[in-house]
């Protein structure tokens, strides 16, 4: 303000001026001394030395806990020392170092002079690589400042916007690249500057500067991909695509492959978050990319990114893409051409890798393989499907002479086989035909890929290729296993065997058994090992499958197998004998104890003398013999628990195992990924974290979670010493972030463990205390890591495993020790969260379908989706239903009228599952509320009268269900409403297609509800009208399990001499042994009921008003319904 009043309102000169006294008056203070020392510290990190390296660690580290005074040489490290790897390196640890918690710490006076530091260091610094680090760092720091709710930095846009129009360009670079920093944290003030952000970036896009163009792409994309779910400020910005393509068009031009693939790494993180800005470019943007794609010219690393650039966008608007001609067809031949591109080798030494041909990830056969694959799966099988076998592409390169062509070919059959599934199944015949004549192809190479394809088709087409071209695969799969010139592709054929084994029905494989063991065996013995790792497992797969059909091969096979273990002990052998131990556990479980018992211990004395000896780090017999304990363990059951004591602390320190560390980001760039180790960025309370994650450790410890589950499952009161211990473990890893398998495992396993604890409660094995704490510490974390738990897939685990644990602790499992119900109000509230998840993704569905690229395969898709939620939504129906069995007072406290309102939304609902689900909440909760009930289903009634009138018979079916509970437990409040639950059920039960095959479970319901009604509301009724309404409709030939009820109740009204039917014999009797000539021998009858109608039937005939009506009515019963009737009498 003072320098605005001098200088007249000259607000270039101001800013200036106030700068000027900003970096005299308010720069850190830090003595010459200090800063000396400082940068000897910092040169220190850099050392050779790891001992001195250490110290200036641990120095540097001491300092930073003093913020006031480590803050003044930050800032002069970074902007005064004249030394470049100095101010580089300050400028790195600055980034690290000034956190929320280290700003907030410093004065104010100290905070405005960091400020002021780090534009100084943007404006003066002439090294551009330091440059760009400070611009990061400023970037990093200015958004942190941003994002804090204390935080206030008003002076940084006006600069950032100054500085981009500055006729300086390293200035300009920098504004754009700190703006790019800044897009996320400031997207808000951005928006509200839009013009001014896009005149900015539209200027500095066609910056004469490549740096500055470069920092401009990186600035707009990702403010493009900040504001993704702003429609309207999106499409404000869709005038720059053409400029921002510009960027690229001029480093393709300039030979600045480099800077192209920086473009198209931008243009890509735009594409996954906001693909359809480039809509209305969608022409140059595809024609360039496969330009890319096709120059021969340009390092293979970039023609991929362009490859990756057009799937990511094919991706993310599927619709958008399926509309575009240019798009459509050129993929599918790009692709082809691509994996043209085979590394060619000599025969002999190709036999002699393991790797299969497309190990490279980088290679043009992966990436073509790749993009075929996700192509299929987004675009969606109509489309690749018609296009990959148009005949010029498959059809003829399956015919062309030169290998590769063929190769090709079968590899594209079987990378879009997922994808195009439906359309394959209609075309089935021919394809398998097609890649089964390549079996004998005169290339090994070829031949390999064939059987690849029919191994994937295996998996994806199955069981429909089991099932009707078994007699064509598998044959000709054993027949090339003779191909002993070429191990690689007898080892694949017993590889497709394994593939074949998975969708297989046991009675197909039995009679394939004599040949396939025995060429089978005949591999085992053979001595290549990659062609015995395959055929062990092959044997494996089918003792799976046909479980005991394989006992009368296990003689003339364990024994080999026996001896693998005791012979294969060389480290190259280590995989071999890992496969041999998960051969003989699969098949142990497939023949039984009784036949495996003999050679158990020895087979056993091999695993523990494995697991005692020191294995490396990467034995892979490791994770094979903690699955075969396990197997082992099912297959012998509590014989088992001997053992127990040697399997379960490795297993436990499996299950333990730390697969993440914390890593340190030192120059903010993310690094390809190393073997075996996985990056991953999580979000934590604290903050942002980098992890890295050992993979195989990671596959040990998804392992030994699941084999846990198996071991507590099988043994039960057995893994009574390892309750304690195991709870301790896994319950944490209910929430374990890393692994979704770990926490469905853990998930699974919850039940289990407080199953096991009340069995051993039951056999006085511990104390009540002990179940009540182990509950305590289940219910508790479960309960929260429903709400935590982002994926769908391991909520539904979450939500049956309370229910489970609900089921085996029973009543009052969770608790009530505060007398006020508050873990059931906690689990009631946790269900319905998840519930108001599924409907806001049913909502987004629904607003989906209004889009213009709304089509058929994204309805298709949309439809897993939806079915995937009503299984979440069916299971909190069931878990409400259970937890209201087990704690009916919680329930009755704390299903409130929240509860009752989302509930009623999902009945009220346009869509048919949901209202279905709604009805089955409030009948699994009325009905095992019981009685206590009865205040909610005087407000529930109506409804559920009006619902039998739903035009979806899985409505009606939930409906009527709920009306024969409130009729079973409803008392005087059904009573009331009895005339219009009759009528409603009536006219359902009189419906001309009532036992249609889509109605019969609906109308079978309601006969159901109907008997209740006459058992328990005989007075309320028309009751003579109600028991021949009864009488008329049945057998009950849909439901089952309503059949067994409902024919039960009919013998137990005929017991108590119903009146209806024996004042009447002669017009009711004919149709009652109707009735029971059709129910008897099915499974809508039990043994009880069987007797009760045979002994009802001598009483009948004994009876000498009733015995002349009965034979009459025998008489007049079809041939097969007499013989039932006398064959029950003779029994």
Known sequence: EFADLVWGGDKALCRRVARALHRCFCQPSATMGDVAQFEVMIRTLMSQSNEERNRAEAAFEELCKQPEA????????????????????????????????????LTPPTQIALKGALIAAVENEQMHMVRKKIADTTGEIAAMIIEDPEGSWPEMLPFLFQSGRSANAPLRESAMLIIARLTFAASEVLVQNLQVVLELCSATLQDANKDVRLAALSATCNFVVAISEQRATLESTSGLVPVMFGVLSTALNENDEESSRQSLEEFIAVAEEAPKLF????????????????????????????????????????????????????????????????????????NQTTDDDDDDESSSLDVGKDALDRLALSIGGKAVFQLAFQQELVPTFLAHPEWVYRHAALSCISQIAEGCSKQMKAHLKDIVEQIACRFVDEHPRVRWAAINAMGQLETDLGPDLQDGYHARVLPALVHVMEDAANPRVQSHAAAAVINFTENCKKEILIGYLDGLLGKLVILLQGGVRIVQEQAITAIASVADCVEDAFAPYYA??????????????????????????????????????????????????????????????????????????????????????????????????????KAETEIADEDGEEGEDEEGIAHVVIETDTGTKKVALKTSALEEKETACNMLVCYFAELQEGMFPYIEGVAGLMIPLLAFVYSS??????????????????VS??????????????????????????????????????????????????????????????????????????????????????????????????????????????????????CIGKLAKTHPAGVLAHFNADHLQLYSGLVSSGITAHRRIGVCVFDEVIENLEEPGQ?????????????????????????????????????????????????????????????????????????????KAIEFHGASIDRVNAVQFFIQYLPVTGDAAEGLVVHKRLVLLLEAGEPVVFDSPEAMLPKILVIFAAVLDTETIDEEGTAKVKALMTRLNQDARLAGPTTAAFQALNAEGQGKMTALMAA
């Open 70 to 105: 480590a803050a003044p040489l930050l800032c002069a490290g970074m902007t005064q020392s004249a030394d470049e790897t100095v101010r580089s390196l300050t400028a790195v640890m600055f980034r690290k170092r000034v956190t929320v918690e280290f700003y907030n710490q």
């Open 279 to 350: 809509r209305k470019f969608l022409d140059p943007l595809v024609t360039m990319s496969l330009q890319i794609v096709t120059a021969e010219n340009l390092e293979d690393q970039t023609r991929f990114l362009a490859v990756e650039l057009l799937l990511t966008i094919s991706e993310q608007a599927p619709g958008m893409m399926r509309k575009h001609t240019i798009f459509l067809s050129n993929m599918v031949p790009m692709a082809l051409k691509l994996m043209l591109k085979v590394e060619h080798m000599d025969l002999a030494e190709w």
């Open 556 to 657: 003339g096979i364990v024994p080999t197998l026996k001896q693998m273990l005791t012979q294969c002990t060389s480290k190259e052998h280590r995989l071999l004998r890992g496969k041999t131990m998960e051969c003989i556990s699969l098949i142990g479980i497939a023949v039984g104890k009784e036949v495996f018992r003999n050679d158990a211990k020895e087979v056993m004395d091999q695993f523990f003398a494995t697991q005692s000896t020191a294995m490396d780090p990467d034995d892979p017999q490791a994770s094979y013999l903690l699955q075969a304990w396990g197997r082992v363990a099912k297959a012998l059951g509590q014989e088992f628990i001997p053992y127990l004591h040697v399997v379960m602390p490795p297993l436990l320190q499996s299950a333990g195992i």
């Open 741 to 758: 398998e770990v926490r469905t495992a853990a998930a699974a396993l919850m039940p289990e463990l407080v199953r096991a604890a009340v």
């Open 761 to 878: 409660l039951s056999k006085n094995l511990c104390q009540p205390t002990f179940v009540a704490t182990l509950c305590a510490m289940i219910f508790d974390k479960v309960v929260k890591a429903i709400v935590e738990e982002p994926e769908p897939e391991v909520q539904l685990a979450l939500i049956e495993a309370l229910q489970e644990s609900l089921d085996h602790g029973g009543a009052g499992c969770l608790g009530n020790v505060d007398g006020l119900y508050t873990k059931e109000k906690e689990v009631l509230e946790s269900l319905a969260a998840v519930t108001g998840e599924v409907l806001q993704r049913a909502q987004g569905r629904a607003e989906a379908r209004t889009d213009e690229d709304f089509d058929e395969e994204e309805e298709e898709e949309q439809e897993e989706e939806s079915m995937r939620d009503d299984t979440l939504l069916d299971q909190i129906a069931t």
């Open 935 to 1011: 205040g909610m289903m005087m407000q529930l009634l109506p409804h559920l009268v009006a619902l039998v009138a739903d035009p979806q018979p899985e409505v009606r079916q939930a409906a009527v269900y709920g009306l024969g509970v409130c009729a079973q437990f409803g008392g005087a409040v059904f009573a009331g409403a009895a005339p219009q639950v009759m009528q409603a059920i009536q006219q359902m039960m009189g419906a001309p297609d009532a036992r249609s095959e889509a109605n019969v479970m609906a109308t079978d319901n309601a006969v159901s509800a109907l008997g």
